[in-house]
């Protein structure tokens, strides 16, 4: 039977076509097969991310932390960056101060922890002496990388060897109170730290060595000999910017140093 043409005939109308789904792309089921299961990146690609974000690390794999620290013992910095760096840490401290008490505490604050870490740093790089023998005897032992625990040998490595590491040169004067035994005197005729200050009339008895007089408090607390230090101005004719920094030693530590002087005896 024919039918006319481009009408179906009932049947074909009746029967069910299966579906089928549309085909997709070559680079679609790529995609869908890495969803299904996925891979572990490989090593290009992680080591891209690690160099895209987190901390940088040089090519080496060496930081600060990996140098020698007899690497930098004889560099200097110049005057002009101490001068900028120092002021600006000065400006900082002196926000919301309510006095030159106040602003004094706050740099010697600033200066203490780098006398605690300056401490172990010095006696690290100082020279020890080496003996020929195989077995060193008690006096070729070093001695000199020891900390301080006397008062006196303290004192005298502030004034050396501390001072040349931080102004190139030691200190003027070392000198003990006549009226207070725990009380001690460092002189500077000329501190660094003052020489590019400008301090207006208001605040004459302001001295900015008293971030220097919290790098000698922070040296002491860790040789282990607690101590409260504070700069105090003593100009003169010749020395206009004089300062002293008064030492002033815990009872504790006094006491400590007459059962220590008695033992020795």
């Known amino acids: 039977m024919s039918h006319p043409p ?3 005939p009932v049947e074909a109308l009746r029967t069910p076509q299966p579906y089928r789904p549309p ?9 869908l097969s890495n969803t299904s299961s996925p891979q572990p990146p490989s ?5 891209s991310g ?12 060496k930081t600060i932390y990996d140098r020698n620290l007899n690497r930098t013992r004889n560099n200097e910095l110049s005057r002009a960056s101490f001068a900028y760096l120092f002021s600006e840490m000065v400006q900082y401290a002196q926000r919301r101060v309510t006095g030159i008490q106040d602003l004094e505490k706050r740099l010697n604050q600033q200066g203490y922890p780098l006398g605690v870490r300056l401490l172990p740093l010095l006696l690290h790089r100082l020279p020890t002496p080496r003996s020929t023998s195989a077995l060193p005897t008690p006096s070729a032992l070093p001695t000199q990388t020891t900390r301080p625990i006397r008062i006196l040998p303290l004192l005298q ?8 590491a931080l102004f190139s040169k030691p200190a003027d004067a070392l000198e003990r109170s006549s009226t207070n035994e725990d009380e001690y005197m460092i002189s500077d005729n000329e501190p660094l730290v003052n020489s590019y200050i400008s301090i207006p009339k208001e605040m004459s008895q302001l001295n900015c060595a008293a971030f220097v007089a919290g790098v000698i408090e922070g040296v002491c607390d860790a040789a282990g000999l607690t101590a ?3 700069a105090h101005n003593a100009g003169t004719d010749m020395w206009p910017g004089k300062t002293i920094f008064l030492i002033r030693f815990d009872k504790g530590v006094r006491e400590r140093e007459a059962v220590v002087e008695k033992i020795g005896k």
Do not use: D, M
């Open 228 to 230: 409260g230090v504070t």
């Open 43 to 47: 090593s290009s690609s992680s080591q």
């Open 157 to 164: 490595f502030i004034t050396t060897t501390l001072w040349r």
């Open 23 to 31: 085909a997709l792309p070559t680079a679609n089921k790529a995609a």
């Open 50 to 61: 690690q160099r895209s974000g987190g901390l940088r690390t040089p090519s080496n794999r």
């Open 6 to 8: 481009g009408i179906l």
